[in-house]
Every structure is written in C-alpha cells, then in structure tokens.
C-alpha cells in the first residue's frame, strides 16, 4: 500500500521515517539508497569481449570439401580391413529338422547332457591367431534386473558376502538355507556348451588345441574377481558353507582343475559376468595359437566341431552359434565403422558440390527489392 505524507503533517512533527520504495530499496533517515542493479563491473554487465563465426560461403564450403576428402579415405581404409578378416560362422541351435543337432533341441538345465558333431569346410586359410567365439542371439543380458543381479563384492572374495549376499541377487541369492555362490541371475545362466575343434585327414580327427586362459580382460581377471581369502589350495574349504547356483550341474570350485583358473577367477564365468548391450551378442570362448611362420593356423580343409549341448535357448526363439575369426589393429570384423565413414564423408562432399553451385549461380545477384518512386 502506498502512503503519502504531506508537508503539512511533516510540518506537524509528525516522523518521516523510511518509505517503501518499488523494488524492494528503501530511503530512510539519510541512509544510502539500496539497489538490485548489478555490479558496473565487464562480468556482471556483460561488456566481456566475444567472437561469434560468421558462416559465409568461403569458410562453409572448405569445410564440407575437407570433411569429406578425409573422412571418405578413412572409411575405404577401414572396411577393406574389416573384409580382410577371416570369419567363419556355424549355427548350432538345431532348429532344422536336418541339423545333426536337432536331437538336443529341447534339452533343459537338469536333462542328461546332449551331443551332437557338425562336419563343416574351410574354403580358406585362417593364417593369423584365431579366436573362438560363442554367439547368442534373442538373449537380453542388458535387462535392468538382469544386470543388477548379482554381488561384486561378492565375486571380489569378500568373505562376508559370501555367505551373505546381496539381496539384488534375489531370488537367486539362497537355495536350501545356504547362500548361493556366485549369487544372481548373470551368474545362475552362464554359458555351459562346451565346444570342440578337429581336422579332418584321410577320415583322421586331429584335435585342435585350444587355449582357455587369456580370454578375460586383465582388470576383470587379477582386480574385479578374486576368491574368498584363506587357504587357495583348497577352494572346497573356503567356499564350505555355500551351494551351487540352481541351474549349474557343479559348484564354482569345480568349474576347471586347474587353481588358477577355478572358482570366481575362472576365465569364462569371468567373460560372461560382463554383460552384453545388445540382444545379440558374441563372448570369446577359446583362442587358436600360430605354432609357426610357415602354416597357417588353420589351413583349408574339412574340419568337425563336437558340441556337448547343454545351453537350452529354444524355449525363448533363441539362437547359438559358433565363430571362428581373425582380427586387425581395428579388431574384429565390424563393416559398421567403415560404412559410417564413408558415408558421412559423402554426404559432407554432395553437399559442398551443391553449395558451390548454388553460391557461383545466385551469390553475386542483387536480391534487393525495387522501390517504386
């Protein structure tokens, strides 16, 4: 509310004190006059000094000619590296009825171990070290409560979490009263075909060796994942007091013979805890070492592949395979990165040719409009 004093009753004494002033300041009893303008400094009254780039055509259309001259020899470069890599791919699911693995279609996690043999050809030499993958597809490992499913501290041999999991591993964090090591769903649905390799020679299978360490990243391997502390010899001791997840056939301490590479350090339970993005997916399952300089490592020729199927994927539509690949400076085979390239540096290219055009036939015209007098 406004109040106004007249000189009249300020003559009769009465007190001019302070008056509401708009905005929030104040005069009062010759006090200085409060504000909210802001500081006179270059900050606060924005005279700091600014560049902003003009876009004309002499400095767009360079642009758009130089993006496209390097990036479309970089993606030449690329998917001609990506085609140079050696892939091999056998579907082992078994859907088709004519499929040697047909019969294991409908194996379940507590069925009796199904096996079946694929007889396949290589058209050509894999000449550098090959990597076996194994490959799954329809297989939502990125779900949110799929990924949260598990205990790190757990896999990172805390002793207190192991026999006291985390309640994200729920439902699969006990069975029977016991605590479930690994807890989880990741670890509750690892990966357990188990795949191998033989050359063919005048009807004699020669076994493929195929190395199982050196498959898991080196962080994964000697910081995310340890085992419980105590007596490293004797992993049944330390994990005494625990029970298996419900859909694996063994317990964790009997996942491989050798100390190494048994228990939470395992190398493919390690590669499997890291969690696909996509629906489709691919994990390395063994590694094919060059013996020497002068063979390949795995010449032409007729080949067989024994699978013990025990992954049940068809209740689900889901999909398994087998890959066999070299890999680049780039890594694996991936098309996608070149196309990319190539693609952006052509569209960058097309469209500094059609501005060139329209800026030589239309830049120099006088666009400005007739004034009738």
Partial sequence: MAVNYSAKEEADGHPSGGVGMPGGGAVGGGGAVKTRKPDNTAFKQQRLPAWQPILTAGTVLPAFFIIGLIFIPIGIGIFVTSNNIREYEID????????????????????????????????????????????????????????????????????????????????????EDKPIAPCGAIANSMFNDTLELYRIDNDTRTPITLIK????????????????????????????????????????????????????????????????ALPTFRKLYRLIERKNNLQPTLQAGKYSLDIAYNYPVHSFDGRKRMILSTISWMGGKNPFLGIAYITVGSICFFLGVVLLIIHHKYGNRNTSADIPN
């Fill in 92 to 175: 082992y699911t078994g859907t088709e009825p004519s499929s040697p693995c047909n019969k294991c279609l409908n194996v379940s996690w507590d069925s009796t171990p199904c096996t079946c043999t694929i007889n396949f050809t290589l058209e050509h030499s894999f000449e550098s070290n090959v990597f076996m993958y194994y490959g799954l597809s329809n297989f939502y490992q990125n779900h949110r409560r799929y990924v949260k499913s598990r205990d790190d501290s757990q896999l990172n041999g805390d002793n207190s979490s192991l026999l006291n999991p985390s309640k994200e591993c729920e439902p699969y964090r006990t069975n």
């Fill in 213 to 276: 360490k050196g498959i898991a990243w080196w962080t994964d391997k000697n910081v995310k994942f340890r085992n419980p502390t105590g007596d490293g010899n004797n992993l049944t001791a330390l994990f005494q007091g625990t029970t298996k997840p419900v859909n694996w056939p063994k317990p964790v301490y009997m996942l491989d013979s050798e100390p190494d590479n048994n228990g939470f350090i395992n190398e493919d339970f390690i590669v499997w805890m890291r969690t696909a």
